[in-house]
């Protein structure tokens, strides 16, 4: 089995062990009587419950009980739709000759009977994904993930944990080509872990099946997130609506962290009004930084302007440009009532324009609007 195989059959026999053990569990709390002892989908559903996981090392292995086996097969007897009946069948067979024929026989004969097996599809997964056969593991993925849409996450996060391998990244970009049904949820799992962050804008480089305005954003904050200000902007830079004309600043709208990134919390929050602007409002005797958003900036001398409502409340508000990659880089920050000048050097190419509110001396707190704000390379 190639490392490919191996991350994605582990990740996924990890992902869907809690879901199998929690369904065995909850048949095994079925209540016994005749109808139950003799209809081949009950007694079928109690073979199930006497699978038994066990997770070792970060493998986990599926065992079957020998009077669990023995039901599964008067289960299937009884009625041969019962899919976990099969399912416990062919446990137990991979168990007695892993990788055989007789598991592959049952496999195939379920999936062609009940399709919409969840347990039958997890083990076609793990086979097929053994076998090194991504086109039959993802199309099995899909096909569930249609049938059971509350599975899609179950198997969203292994795949994005996969990419850690460097062949996933092939493997990946012709899976999602075909734009299978979990590709969006894909691209919205956006991982914290720097180096995944980094694999999955390279993944999205090749491929934008299932991607859209928002599953971009995210990506884009991902990687700002995790320090990667110029695969960021390289990123919006190559969007179809690329950079907005002049500094790339945006007064209203736009999507974070190029747009602003909002502080909303019961001590701060900077909301937005529509055409008329943001209300601004800082807790009394607290302060801090109300909106922040990622400028990539030229050498070169910039204004800030914009309206504060009522004028009073200017002072209070400051306006700080710091160099986004300089770590404790306090910038420079200027109070709001006036046209402001930044200057910027060529040492820093991505920069945080932040909005900042003050209410230490504000014995009701403050509260005002920020309107016709700008933000432009000096004339």
Not at 228 to 235: E, K, V
Not at 286 to 294: A, D, M, P, R
Request: glycine fraction near 10%.
């Amino acid at each position: 089995m190639n490392r490919v195989a191996r991350w994605i059959v582990c990740a996924l026999c990890l992902a869907l062990a809690p879901v199998l053990l929690f369904q065995g569990q909850a048949n095994a709390n079925r209540p016994s009587g005749p109808f139950l002892t003799t209809n081949g989908f009950n007694l079928a559903g109690m073979a199930r419950a006497g699978l038994r996981v066990r997770e070792t090392r970060g493998t986990t292995t599926l065992t079957v009980e020998p009077a669990a086996l023995r039901m599964a097969r008067r289960a299937f007897a009884r009625e041969p739709l019962a899919g976990d009946a099969l399912f416990v069948m062919a446990i137990d067979e991979r168990a007695n000759v892993p990788g055989g024929e007789g598991e592959q026989a049952l496999l195939d004969a379920a999936a062609a009977m009940i399709p919409r097996s969840r347990y039958l599809g997890a083990l076609q997964v793990e086979q097929f994904s053994r076998r090194g056969d991504f086109t039959r593991t993802f199309a099995v993925i899909d096909r569930l993930a249609r049938v059971y849409p509350g599975l899609t996450s179950e198997f969203v996060q292994p795949l994005v944990e996969a990419l850690r391998q460097d062949d996933a990244l092939d493997v990946m970009a012709t899976a999602l080509a075909g734009n299978p049904v979990w590709a969006r949820e894909f691209w919205l799992a956006v991982p914290g872990d720097p180096e995944l962050v980094g694999r999955m804008f390279a993944l999205r480089q090749r491929v934008d099946s299932g991607t859209d305005a928002t599953t971009d954003a995210r990506l884009m904050a991902g990687l700002v997130g995790a320090g990667r200000f110029d695969d960021a902007i390289a990123f919006r830079d190559s969007l179809p609506a690329g950079r907005p004309q002049g500094t790339g600043f945006v007064s209203f709208g736009g999507e974070a962290p190029f747009g602003w990134n909002l502080e909303a919390s019961g001590e701060r929050a900077m909301n937005p009004q529509g055409d008329a602007g943001y209300d601004v409002f800082v807790q009394q005797d607290t302060s801090g930084v109300l909106g922040q958003q990622l400028l990539a900036l030229r050498p070169g001398r910039y204004t800030f302007d914009a309206t504060v409502t009522p004028v009073s409340s200017a002072p209070n508000l400051k306006v700080r440009l710091r160099c986004a990659t300089a770590r404790g880089d306090a910038g420079t920050t200027q109070p709001l009532g006036k046209p402001l000048s930044f200057s910027v050097t060529g040492a820093c190419e991505a920069w945080w324009l932040e909005i900042m509110g003050d209410a230490w001396n504000l014995r009701d707190g403050l509260r005002a609007t920020l309107s016709d704000m700008s933000f432009e390379a000096a004339r």
